[in-house]
Each structure stands twice: as structure tokens, then as C-alpha cells.
């Protein structure tokens, strides 16, 4: 089962259009920065991500996410045939 | 806003679209537990009130046209295309356990409202058992 960086139901979406969560259901808060590239969904659904802000709110720190194309599977074969 | 803080839905529901036919196609991507749906009504929740009171509620689409990123086809192979499974059910499957559709954010989001958090077990059964997507990335 694959560990996700960030806890996140991929079907939900807010007003941007980008999937959002709460930055404190991150497994280490530190990764998640804009631009950065994240597995993201549960571990049922993991989904390679990237994150494009934070927005800080009363109630917590909403993370948007861009769901980028191709599966774990895909760039797990895209980095071992460029001997990543 | 809410006193505590929570953003108040009503203000993103989408309020000049039609409620959707029963026969319309609601879709998911999956799979869920039990667990994960209650995960998502909770985080919905922590984040908006509904007419000033507590809301639990989980996401899905609406299959809304009959061609483009609205489609049941434009759905599976876009907003869902990382999901090789999903689950596929009708606004009416929906409404007949009690459980309200209502349109919110970008069309064709959508959020099931619950009742009450016990009420994913009443979603899970409607949302049927789940279905390979066709147009997932491989």
C-alpha cells in the first residue's frame, strides 16, 4: 500500500477547482510547498500531485493540489528507465 | 462566516442550476471505506457551515452534458482519470436514502450532504459497488 505525503480526497474540490485538504494531514508538513510534487489521496488512491498554494484560514491551512497526469506506476517505469 | 471560523457553503453553491434529474449519473472515484467517506465528510465539516449549522458532506460529480468535461465520458477520463476504479450511482439512488445533492464550487462538483455522519453507511450503499473506470491512465 503506498504512504502518502498528503491526506486528501481527490473528488473535492473548492471555488479554485483545485483539490483541497488540510495542511496539518500531511505526514510531514515541511514538503508541502508550493511547486512542489507530492503523492497525495489515501492509500487506496494515491495520486501524484502538485501542490500550487497554501491559504491560511481559521479553521486551518487549506492545501490546493493539481492532480497531475500518469500514475505512481508510470513515473516509478519513467524514473527507472532513465536509471533514476 | 461562522464564529468559529468556518466558511459558510451556501455562498458556493451554484444557484442558478436546475437540481439534476433522477436519472442523472453521480459519479466517485474510488474505492472508499467506510472510514475514508467519514474522513471526508469530517474535513468538509471542520471547514463550512451550512446555513450556520454543522455540515457533513463528500464529493462527487454530476455527469451534466452529454459531450465535454461534463460528460460521464469527459468526467472519467479528466477529473478522474488517476482513479481506475469509481463508483457510479443516480441523483435519485441518492434522494431515496435520504441524502441531498447540492451544486458547489466549479460544475459539475457537487457534495452529497449527510444527515449526520452515521449516514456514510447509507451513501456507501447508494453509491453501489464499484466499477473499473475505462478511461483511467494505465
Known amino acids: ?84 | 462566516m461562522s464564529t468559529d471560523g468556518r466558511e459558510e457553503l451556501r455562498r458556493r453553491v451554484r444557484v442558478d442550476e436546475a437540481p439534476p434529474a433522477d436519472a442523472a449519473v453521480v459519479i466517485r472515484g474510488g474505492p472508499d471505506t467506510l472510514s475514508l467517506l467519514s474522513a471526508h465528510a469530517r474535513r468538509l465539516h471542520r471547514a463550512f457551515v451550512l446555513d450556520g449549522e454543522p455540515v457533513f458532506g463528500v464529493s462527487v460529480f454530476v455527469a451534466l452534458d452529454d459531450l465535454g468535461p461534463a460528460s460521464e465520458r469527459g468526467i472519467l477520463s479528466g477529473k478522474l482519470r488517476t482513479y481506475p476504479s469509481i463508483y457510479r450511482c443516480t441523483a435519485g439512488e441518492l434522494s431515496d436514502r435520504g441524502l441531498t445533492l447540492l451544486p458547489t464550487f466549479v460544475r459539475p462538483h457537487y457534495t452529497i450532504v449527510l444527515p449526520n455522519l452515521g449516514a456514510v453507511d447509507a451513501l456507501a450503499t447508494a453509491l453501489g459497488r464499484l466499477l473499473p473506470n475505462p478511461y483511467a491512465e494505465a
Open chain 1, 1 to 84: 500500500m503506498t504512504r502518502v505525503d498528503i491526506a486528501a480526497d481527490l473528488n473535492s474540490e473548492d471555488e479554485t477547482g483545485f483539490v483541497w485538504t488540510f495542511l496539518d494531514e500531511a505526514e510531514d508538513p515541511s514538503v508541502i510547498r508550493p511547486g512542489e510534487v507530492v503523492v497525495a489521496g489515501s492509500p487506496l488512491t494515491p495520486a501524484v500531485c502538485e501542490v500550487i498554494d497554501l491559504v491560511d484560514k481559521p479553521v486551518g491551512t487549506i492545501v490546493h493540489l493539481r492532480v497531475l497526469p500518469g500514475t505512481i506506476e508510470q513515473y516509478r517505469r519513467l524514473l527507472a528507465r532513465v536509471g533514476v
